[in-house]
């Protein structure tokens, strides 16, 4: 059981129906089309759709309330199968009903954001602290203003730690989404370039960023990136903890070490390693060790939950694919500081004769689109061999490359057939081939082609 409808009724007064007061809601629904016993149907309005229109379906799929937009007429039929709690909106509504229900079950919260590495430090957060306590954590992409409330309210009553992403691309969104949650603890894990179009500058995604203060708790923590500039004026700030690669911050990094499969780095005189490849997860990994060691879980409690991660999938995902060629899967998204990063991986890596990078656009950057996928283009050297680029902007990252790196064999392409055509020629044992783009760029064909 979630909560009974007296809890609903203490929030939503107006109310039509026949109900027991003490029935059990034991799970929320949003899509009329799933089937789910004792649940509460919140029909959500957007711009093509609107879920009131579906309440009949949701009934006859297990609903037995609804949180419903009082300037819809309340269908006859349903009115005497099922609860009605009358709202002026129904996603203010169930964000209200996720604050109050995160007050109710009272876990311990944390908070992430950041422009990169939201879903693998809350991965990394989630298996450490599950080794000792009932946790649960956002699933998928569910870390906006519906999908936050969601999580919140899919969380059983008997959860100790609840762990939230919090994703944004304007201003007052992670507001909104602090003030829903009220962290004890709070991440931002760096500072880049998503959303870059909206927010102005990096200065702008900063401010964005920091507005997940606004509901800390009074005697909560912040756990930023210390070696981020822009994030150097909140240091003073003593629920401030920094977390970096520089002596002084308050958590120093160190003796860090990348092979094939894992990433080794120093805590503190504390040794860790995570099935992750890349310097900038040690520091993700680092803010998992800082909550770990708050939540008073042992050292190698922390680093079994390490090696036990489930690991998003199409984040960095090494795959066999034909001939034994080594691909690199981590096209879930792409920003200008991750495709950065994964090519810094992606050289710094031993035992390849051969590496290979396909990259297409980094979608939403407006008009700094250009410049930064040249600046992609001038991180493209040596040992890197080979090229394959896709998309409007990714033009740019070939001429670029072509313009100063000659060794370097590029190529753009406008058809996608002809780039999986290109790529099934080079598949062989002693070569690793790294694929990243935006999601939208559904780079998934050509890891797919790969593999066949």
Same mark, same amino acid.
């Given at each position: 059981?979630?909560?009974?409808?007296?809890?609903?009724?203490?929030?939503?007064?107006?109310?039509?129906?026949?109900?027991?007061?003490?029935?059990?809601?034991?799970?929320?629904?949003?899509?009329?089309?799933?089937?789910?016993?004792?649940?509460?149907?919140?029909?959500?309005?957007?711009?093509?759709?609107?879920?009131?229109?579906?309440?009949?379906?949701?009934? &006859?799929?297990?609903?037995?309330?609804?949180?419903?937009?009082?300037?819809?007429?309340?269908?006859?039929?349903?009115?005497?199968?099922?609860?009605?709690?009358?709202?002026?909106?129904?996603?203010?509504?169930?964000?209200?009903?996720?604050?109050? /229900?995160?007050?109710?079950?009272?876990?311990?919260? +944390?908070?992430?954001?950041?422009?990169?590495?939201?879903?693998?430090?809350?991965?990394?957060?989630?298996?450490?602290?599950?080794?000792? /306590?009932?946790?649960?954590?956002?699933?998928?992409? $569910?870390?906006?203003?519906?999908? $936050?409330?969601? !999580?919140?309210?899919?969380?059983?009553?008997? !959860?100790?730690?609840? +762990?939230? %992403?919090?994703?944004?691309?304007?201003?007052?969104?992670?507001?909104?989404?602090?003030?829903?949650? &009220?962290?004890?603890?709070?991440?931002?894990?760096?500072?880049?370039?998503?959303?870059?179009?909206?927010?102005?500058?990096?200065?702008?995604?900063?401010?964005?960023?920091?507005?997940?203060?606004?509901?800390?708790?009074?005697?909560?923590? $912040?756990?930023?990136?210390?070696?981020?500039?822009?994030?150097?004026?909140?240091?003073?700030?003593?629920?401030?903890?920094?977390?970096?690669?520089?002596?002084?911050?308050?958590?120093?990094?160190?003796?860090?070490?990348?092979?094939?499969?894992?990433?080794?780095?120093? /805590?503190?005189? &504390?040794?860790?390693?995570?099935?992750?490849?890349?310097?900038?997860?040690?520091?993700?990994?680092?803010?998992?060790?800082? *909550?770990?060691?708050?939540?008073? +879980?042992?050292?190698?409690?922390?680093? @079994?939950?390490?090696?036990?991660?489930?690991?998003?999938?199409?984040?960095?995902?090494?795959?066999?694919?034909?001939?034994?060629?080594?691909?690199?899967?981590?096209?879930?998204?792409?920003?200008?500081?991750?495709?950065?990063?994964?090519?810094?991986?992606?050289?710094?890596?031993?035992?390849?004769?051969?590496?290979?990078?396909?990259?297409?656009? *980094?979608?939403?950057?407006?008009?700094? @689109?250009?410049?930064?996928?040249?600046?992609?283009?001038?991180?493209? !050297?040596?040992?890197?061999?080979?090229?394959?680029?896709?998309?409007?902007?990714?033009? %740019?990252?070939?001429?670029?490359?072509?313009?100063?790196?000659?060794?370097?064999?590029?190529?753009? /392409?406008?058809?996608?057939?002809?780039?999986?055509?290109?790529?099934?020629?080079?598949?062989?044992?002693? !070569?690793? +081939? $790294?694929?990243?783009?935006?999601?939208?760029?559904?780079?998934?064909?050509?890891?797919?082609?790969?593999?066949?």
């Amino acid at each position: 059981m979630l909560f009974t409808l007296e809890f609903l009724e203490e929030h939503f007064p107006s109310k039509i129906g026949e109900y027991d007061a003490s029935n059990q809601i034991e799970v929320i629904m949003t899509d009329s089309r799933e089937k789910m016993n004792n649940a509460l149907f919140i029909p959500i309005i957007g711009d093509r759709f609107d879920a009131h229109d579906f309440i009949m379906q949701a009934i &006859e799929n297990g609903a037995t309330a609804v949180i419903w937009d009082k300037r819809h007429p309340v269908p006859e039929a349903a009115a005497s199968n099922i609860a009605f709690f009358l709202v002026e909106d129904t996603l203010k509504a169930m964000q209200l009903l996720a604050k109050a /229900y995160r007050q109710l079950v009272q876990p311990v919260v +944390i908070g992430i954001t950041g422009s990169n590495g939201k879903t693998t430090t809350k991965d990394l957060i989630s298996a450490v602290v599950q080794r000792q /306590y009932r946790t649960h954590a956002t699933k998928g992409n $569910l870390n906006n203003e519906i999908g $936050l409330p969601i !999580t919140v309210l899919s969380m059983p009553r008997d !959860t100790e730690v609840l +762990i939230l %992403e919090m994703g944004m691309d304007r201003f007052h969104e992670i507001e909104r989404l602090t003030k829903i949650a &009220e962290p004890n603890y709070a991440i931002i894990t760096n500072i880049g370039e998503s959303h870059i179009e909206y927010l102005g500058s990096r200065e702008g995604i900063a401010k964005a960023k920091l507005e997940i203060i606004e509901g800390l708790q009074a005697d909560g923590n $912040l756990v930023i990136d210390g070696d981020e500039p822009l994030l150097n004026h909140v240091k003073q700030d003593q629920r401030v903890i920094t977390c970096g690669f520089e002596h002084t911050n308050d958590v120093v990094l160190q003796n860090i070490v990348i092979d094939q499969k894992q990433t080794f780095f120093t /805590y503190q005189e &504390e040794t860790y390693h995570v099935p992750l490849l890349g310097k900038h997860h040690a520091k993700n990994a680092s803010f998992a060790v800082w *909550i770990g060691k708050k939540l008073n +879980i042992r050292q190698d409690e922390i680093q @079994a939950g390490f090696l036990q991660m489930a690991y998003t999938s199409m984040r960095f995902e090494w795959v066999e694919g034909k001939h034994g060629v080594t691909l690199i899967n981590d096209a879930y998204n792409a920003s200008y500081t991750s495709m950065k990063g994964a090519i810094d991986v992606l050289k710094d890596l031993p035992g390849f004769k051969k590496k290979m990078v396909v990259l297409g656009d *980094i979608l939403e950057l407006g008009e700094f @689109a250009t410049k930064m996928h040249q600046q992609v283009g001038e991180h493209i !050297t040596s040992p890197i061999d080979r090229l394959f680029t896709i998309g409007e902007e990714a033009k %740019e990252i070939t001429t670029t490359v072509k313009n100063k790196e000659q060794e370097i064999l590029c190529h753009h /392409y406008e058809n996608r057939m002809d780039l999986i055509n290109d790529l099934k020629k080079v598949l062989d044992k002693d !070569t690793i +081939i $790294l694929f990243k783009a935006s999601r939208g760029m559904r780079f998934e064909e050509f890891i797919d082609a790969c593999l066949e």
